[in-house]
């Protein structure tokens, strides 16, 4: 199974800061890779598919790069709206394999 | 507009049986390659199965394997998960999710979940 690793687990940032949020996969996966954002409470909204594809209706504050096993999730300059927990997803075989997040909160 | 809409979830006791369901709207649902993903109270996400568009292909993770089957009737346009020899680690909330088509597999449209509670 491919095994995806995030970092940081959560970071305090500010409104108008720049986040920056990575993923490793295990092994090499091309471009094979998403990124998803969840509020508490609700369901995860797909933000960035084949790692930098920016998902329609989402707002272009993210943007996602890297191939291989190293990817990269950026919100240019942080909302409020955009304080949530983060998840990457490895789409190249299954088992899909989710990241164990990353809490954005409120500095 | 589209639509997962996910019910069935309830408290069930170790060992019992539960059979979800996930009705689809506003798409062609015989189109799409259909997942479920679980998330259990306070932890990430978890991917549980995958169903073909037309159900003949399925997969499963090994926590759930030989005790859930993921099945779909695309005339009715829903997807179900039946879950037996249910344990304490099945806790969780279940997503459906539909499969966003063309290469690799990333997941577009989520329902609002269910929520299973296993315990005596």
């Known amino acids: 199974d491919i095994q995806t690793t995030q970092s940081p687990s959560s970071v305090s940032a500010s409104v108008g800061d720049r986040v920056t949020i990575t993923c490793r996969a295990s092994q090499g996966i091309s471009n094979w890779l998403a990124w998803y954002q969840q509020k508490p409470g609700k369901a995860p909204k797909l933000l960035i598919y084949t790692a930098s594809n920016l998902q329609s209706g989402v707002t272009s504050r993210f943007s996602g790069s890297g191939s291989g096993t190293d990817f990269t999730l950026t919100i240019s300059s942080l909302q409020p709206e955009d304080f949530a927990t983060y998840y990457c997803?490895?789409?190249?075989?299954?088992?899909?394999?989710f990241g164990g997040g990353t809490k954005v909160e409120i500095k | 507009e589209v639509q997962l809409v996910e019910s069935g979830g309830d408290l069930v006791q170790p060992g019992g049986s539960l059979r979800l369901s996930c009705a689809a709207s506003g798409f062609t649902f015989s189109s799409y390659l259909m997942h479920w993903v679980r998330q259990a109270p306070g932890k990430g996400l978890v991917w549980v199965s995958r169903?073909?568009?037309?159900?003949?292909?399925?997969t499963y993770a090994d926590s759930v394997k030989g005790r859930f089957t993921i099945s779909r009737d695309n005339a009715k346009n829903t997807l179900y998960l039946q879950m037996n020899s249910l344990r304490a680690e099945d806790t969780a909330v279940y997503y459906c999710?539909?499969?966003?088509?063309?290469?690799?597999?990333?997941?577009?449209?989520w329902g609002k979940g269910t929520t299973v509670t296993v315990s005596s």
């Open positions: 169903s073909s568009s037309d159900g003949s292909g399925t």
């Open positions: 999710a539909r499969d966003k088509g063309g290469s690799g597999y990333y997941m577009d449209v």
């Open positions: 997803q490895q789409a190249n075989s299954f088992p899909l394999t």
